[in-house]
């Protein structure tokens, strides 16, 4: 059974940092681009990061970009998502998602709190 | 960037009635769409991928066609279950994209 589970969101004030973390279990994770999507109270999905199998090519939402950076371990089958700078129009839930570009192999976990504020 | 514009925003209807979603890109996608549906409170679903394929478990009732531009989801017979937000998605070009979303609501 495929899992991604999201861990490390919570409460952090303007100008703060967070690491999301995502550990995947169930499928061959290094065969998998990931990336996270998050979605704001009330709003809409917004794609926020993806990073590649090797981790050669990461690419990124104008909206973060030189604040948050993807990474992943695939030695522990895991992805992260460094959150710095954080502004309260980031506050929302943040998922991790297994990535094709056909949208056969497509995956969500259960998601992750960030909120904002001061 | 790819600018996806769903419509209606807001589709009301009866259980039994047949549900027509848009979706219309702002450049040509191909078939590299999927549709997600997200019932209050839960994790987004994948319905369809490649425009046209249902994904795993999905009753047959829900359908997508389209390449372009211009793409459908057609829910043939809605159930109570359907009662929830739509959203399409591109995945030709990097920035993915999603659309607003149609929410379809009990009239």
């Known amino acids: 059974e495929v899992q991604l589970v999201e861990s490390g969101g919570g409460l952090v004030k303007p100008g703060g940092s967070l690491r999301l973390s995502c550990a995947a279990s169930?499928?061959?994770?290094?065969?998998?681009?990931m990336i996270w999507v998050r979605q704001a109270p009330g709003k809409g999905l917004e794609w926020v990061s993806s990073?590649?199998?090797?981790?050669?090519?990461?690419v990124y939402a104008d909206s973060v970009k030189g604040r948050f950076t993807i990474s992943r371990d695939n030695a522990q089958n895991s992805v992260y998502l460094q959150m710095n700078g954080l502004r309260a129009e980031d506050t929302a839930i943040y998922y991790c998602?297994?990535?094709?570009?056909?949208?056969?192999?497509?995956?969500w976990g259960q998601g992750t709190l960030v909120s904002v504020s001061s | 960037e790819i600018v996806l514009t769903q419509s209606p925003a807001t589709l009301s209807l009866s259980p039994g009635e047949r549900a027509t979603l848009s979706c219309r890109a702002s450049?040509?996608?191909?078939?590299?769409l999927v549709w997600f549906q997200q019932r209050p409170g839960q994790t987004p679903r994948l319905l369809i991928y490649?425009?046209?394929t249902r994904a795993t478990g999905i009753p047959a009732r829900f359908s997508g066609s389209g390449s372009g531009t211009d793409f459908t989801l057609t829910i043939s017979s809605l159930e109570p279950e359907d009662f929830a937000v739509y959203y399409c998605?591109?995945?030709?070009?990097?920035?993915?994209?999603f659309g607003g979303g149609t929410k379809v609501e009990f009239k």
């Open positions: 998602t297994t990535y094709t570009q056909r949208g056969n192999f497509d995956y």
């Open positions: 169930g499928f061959t994770f290094t065969s998998y681009f």
């Open positions: 990073i590649s199998h090797s981790t050669s090519y990461a």
């Open positions: 450049q040509s996608i191909g078939t590299y």
């Open positions: 490649s425009a046209s």
């Open positions: 998605q591109q995945r030709s070009n990097w920035p993915l994209s």
